[in-house]
């Protein structure tokens, strides 16, 4: 069928009404578009910034975090020092004690000899390389 070129006489007002509907149309479709690039911007522009605030949020965490590791880190170094000191205060202590049971033993033993000379040979006293089982004295303190 042959396309009619003209518009017929009565359809003038349907076709000035579709010419009409497809302006409001194509403006609604324009108008749509130009606010979802509006909203598009908005919306990259929204995540740039909380992007921004992210990032800066996690680089205060993690100099938080670097400065609290460092302050554990001294602090516990700070104790590992203060133990040292204790455990070489101890030890000069205990061997301060030692030395002063050995000499409170080898004077008993002394005046036990002067009280009763005939003891002397029936108890021996442990050869320089032995301990008394009674006087054992712990691994950690050195032997002298």
Do not use: C, Y
């Not at 040292?84 to 049971?101: G, N, P, T």
């Not at 000379?117 to 032995?130: F, I, M």
């Amino acid at each position: 069928m042959p396309k009619a070129t003209s518009v017929k006489p009565g359809t003038a007002p349907a076709a000035r009404k579709a010419s009409t509907t497809e302006r409001n149309a194509a403006t609604v479709v324009e108008s749509a578009r130009a606010e979802a690039e509006r909203v598009r911007r908005q919306a990259h522009a929204e995540a740039a910034q909380i992007r921004a605030e992210a990032e800066e949020h996690a680089r205060r965490l993690v100099l938080d975090a670097r400065a609290t590791a460092d302050g554990v880190r001294a602090e516990g170094m700070e104790v590992v020092s203060n133990l040292r000191q204790i455990s070489d205060a101890l030890r000069e202590m205990s061997e301060r004690v030692l030395r002063d049971v050995q000499a409170i033993h080898t004077r008993m033993v002394g005046e036990l000899e002067r009280a009763d000379p005939t003891q002397s040979s029936a108890s021996p006293e442990p050869a320089s390389g032995e301990s008394d089982p009674e006087l054992d004295v712990p691994d950690f303190v050195a032997r002298g």
